[in-house]
């Protein structure tokens, strides 16, 4: 069949069994016969009817087969043809092909319904301009992922030709929708696959449609001088084959003729005007070995004029994607620029059929045209798989008995690829759910996610999804995610994306409870304190946090003790009014003896009293300052006001222990209490019953109660005689033990 690639330079068709050197057998009587039967079959249904463009089913079908003839598919790929288009017309069309024809055809014809419905899903997709380039390659790698059987994507290609070539036949416009998708991904596609007859006519019809101005002038110029050209180039051809014979060189010369969309593309990209063009004639030399292409190379140039800057050696510095030939433009004996490439058999075989390869230099090109880009990993596995997939589809009448699952397993398996409500694709990893769908959307989509949607079905959200299918979300107003989601055994998560936000979200909650749960307690102490009003981002800065969020977050997590800031709010008062003394309660008897049971290390009888900030007592681990007319100040060790004085006047320090009074009766030490409650009647009667019954004297208490969120809360300060501080824990407990009371401590 002629191509409609009108006044263009027209390729030979290129049998796809020739690219591959694999035939079908000539005696392949059972695909034969396949293929009459299901010709016989699809007739009736499809003569009568025409499809949504307005070409007759029957005629479609015919054509489609027609072309899979041409580029070398067995008879039984030929028969799908019909069977696909005819399943339309068939009540449960599935089991009617299965028992008429087997299971292979059925599975072919389903999978190929579906990518018809999905490929019309994508094409009218509403998503925005700057997201249509990522919708189409996400399209193109999903026609190739979509199925197992990659029959299917070149029973599409074959129909969308078909499909063109009515278009331009019947005069008829062509949806510009469906030349774009032509342009962006079916030709891409055939040129992934290598069927490179496919690739350019589809190039040139989608062109022809989106811009027929150009098209009409590129075909112009190209007949005026048409047969002129190919006389010449064909001159040239055999001139140089016959040189490389005398030369003892074994070579095969070539034409390579250009096509209406890559010459304009070229213009386009180098920004050239027709006569500018210097590969219009183009021929293609193949050789054994490298060592030959340089030995062609320099007879070629010896021969004929080489065109100054139009040399390109990508023997010795290959393309990254691994294409290698010797690019040189000549003039020929009328002065006519030719240009020759050079190159082995094993570099044309990786040039023309590597996928990856040829994706990356044609499609992607210098400037990435059309949004075009090689994908990486992806594109890899496309060339690794490339020709095993094109034997399959070649060879595939002598197994077609198998289920169509076994005809590719494994390539393409690590990527999914479904459609929101609005048809935009969305890529995701192989096994992953609802959840990772919604994540890969938005992450306050995922966050939100309460149930799917898949295919109309509700569904829970652990369950994998397949390629091809519709996801909707639906989601709460407000929320966040489950912690079951996290876990691995329950399969919620498939992607690291969805699960790193999932952990993020939880993060920053238990962050917030704890900076929470630190401006508790720091807004506790300045009620304690009376501070209310102090600003809280100035008491952070003050103790050298950033922020009032800072300081709560170590308070919070127990990394900062509130003794900071309770002496921040209380410097310590000046040494003298620090060490004033207090008198011990005594017997009136015990008049005599060492004060306070304290003895200085290596001095007797001089003056000691206890300090009032700290009010220590036996066994606390204590020191003396020395005071000025006031004699030994005795303070706990851990004090901060002695810690702060022993700094600032070290030499004043004195070592004191604690000594057995000469009396006989114990002595008394005074010690507050601090005991924080929920505010209740009767709180300190039940707290000064616990101290009565224990036979603690208290001697003095400070209240002040807060009314909050919690009813209340008082805060309470007892101050109690003891005669070892070390029993002061047992009487803590039972005071914890009282109704309402959340903290009871020394101070």
């Not at 222990?657 to 009647?681: F, H, K, M, S, T």
Request: hydrophobic share 45%; glycine share 6%; net charge positive.
């Amino acid at each position: 069949m002629k191509t409609l690639a009108s006044a263009a330079d027209v390729a030979p068709i290129v049998r796809i069994a020739d690219v591959e050197q694999v035939a079908a057998p000539p005696d392949d009587a059972e695909g034969a016969g396949a293929l009459q039967r299901a010709r016989a079959f699809a007739e009736p249904l499809l003569a009568p009817q025409a499809l949504d463009t307005g070409e007759n089913a029957w005629a479609h079908a015919e054509g489609v087969a027609a072309i899979l003839r041409a580029i070398g598919a067995a008879p039984s790929m030929q028969a799908a043809a019909y069977l696909v288009y005819a399943a339309d017309y068939l009540h449960r069309p599935d089991e009617v092909i299965a028992k008429s024809f087997g299971a292979s055809y059925a599975a072919l014809v389903i999978a190929t319904r579906r990518l018809v419905q999905i490929q019309r899903a994508a094409r009218e997709a509403q998503v925005g301009a700057e997201q249509r380039a990522q919708q189409t390659e996400r399209v193109r790698k999903m026609l190739l992922a979509f199925s197992r059987d990659l029959r299917v994507v070149l029973l599409r290609l074959a129909s969308r030709l078909q499909t063109l070539r009515w278009h331009a036949l019947s005069k008829t416009a062509c949806p510009h929708a469906l030349a774009l998708e032509t342009q962006q991904v079916f030709a891409p596609l055939a040129n992934r696959l290598g069927i490179w007859q496919i690739k350019w006519e589809l190039e040139d019809l989608a062109f022809r449609f989106l811009q027929p101005d150009e098209y009409r002038r590129i075909a112009a110029l190209l007949d005026e001088k048409r047969s002129e050209r190919e006389r010449r180039l064909e001159a040239f051809r055999a001139q140089l084959a016959a040189e490389l014979a005398r030369a003892g060189i074994a070579a095969s010369v070539q034409a390579r003729p250009k096509h209406i969309y890559s010459i304009w593309k070229k213009m386009q990209g180098k920004r050239l005007d027709f006569a500018q063009v210097l590969d219009l004639r183009a021929l293609r030399v193949l050789v054994a070995d490298v060592d030959t292409c340089y030995a062609v190379l320099a007879l070629v140039h010896q021969r004929y004029t080489p065109v100054e800057g139009e040399f390109d050696d990508y023997i010795a510095k290959p393309k990254p994607n691994g294409y290698q030939s010797l690019h040189t433009v000549v003039l020929d004996d009328d002065r006519r620029p030719v240009e020759v490439q050079i190159r082995t058999h094993a570099m044309h075989e990786h040039a023309e059929y590597g996928v990856a390869a040829h994706w990356a230099y044609k499609e992607a090109g210098a400037r990435g045209y059309a949004g075009v880009s090689a994908a990486g990993a992806f594109e890899e596995r496309v060339a690794e798989a490339r020709k095993a997939v094109l034997r399959q589809l070649l060879a595939w009448e002598r197994d077609y008995a198998q289920a169509a699952g076994d005809a590719d397993g494994g390539v393409f398996d690590d990527r999914i690829y479904v459609f929101t409500p609005q048809a935009a694709v969305v890529e995701l990893p192989a096994g992953a759910t609802p959840v990772d769908f919604a994540y890969s959307l938005h992450t306050e989509l995922g966050h939100r996610c309460r149930g799917a949607r898949v295919d109309g079905q509700m569904v829970p959200l652990n369950t994998p999804l397949a390629n091809g299918q519709t996801v909707e979300i639906v989601a709460a107003k407000e929320g966040g995610p489950s912690l079951d989601w996290l876990n691995p055994e329950l399969g919620y998560l498939a992607s690291s994306r969805a699960k790193s936000k999932v952990r993020a979200w939880f993060n920053a909650l238990a962050q917030q409870q704890t900076i929470a749960r630190g401006r508790e307690a720091v807004e506790k102490l300045l009620q304690r304190e009376g501070r209310t009003a102090l600003k809280l981002d100035d008491l952070a800065a003050q103790l050298g946090f950033n922020s009032a969020a800072a300081l709560f977050e170590v308070v919070g997590k127990d990394e900062y003790s509130l003794r900071h800031i309770e002496q921040l709010l209380r410097p310590p008062e000046p040494a003298p009014a620090a060490d004033e003394g207090i008198a011990l309660k005594r017997p009136r008897a015990a008049e005599g003896g060492t004060r306070g049971g304290v003895l200085v290390v290596g001095v007797d009888s001089l003056l000691t009293s206890l300090a009032r900030c700290c009010r220590p007592a036996p066994p606390d681990a204590i020191g003396g300052f020395v005071t000025r007319g006031r004699g030994v100040a005795v303070h706990r060790a851990d004090c901060p006001n002695f810690r702060h004085v022993a700094a600032r006047s070290p030499q004043r320090v004195i070592p004191v222990e604690w000594g057995a009074p000469r009396c006989a009766q114990e002595a008394l030490y005074p010690v507050d209490v601090l005991v924080e409650a929920a505010d209740r009647p009767g709180l300190l009667r039940d707290i000064s019953e616990v101290f009565a019954k224990e036979k603690m004297n208290v001697t003095g208490v400070h209240t002040q109660s807060v009314k909050d969120g919690r009813g209340g809360t008082a805060w309470m300060t007892f101050t109690v005689e003891v005669t070892d501080a070390s029993r002061l824990q047992q009487v803590l407990g039972h005071v914890m033990r009282v109704g309402g009371v959340r903290q009871a401590r020394r101070r």
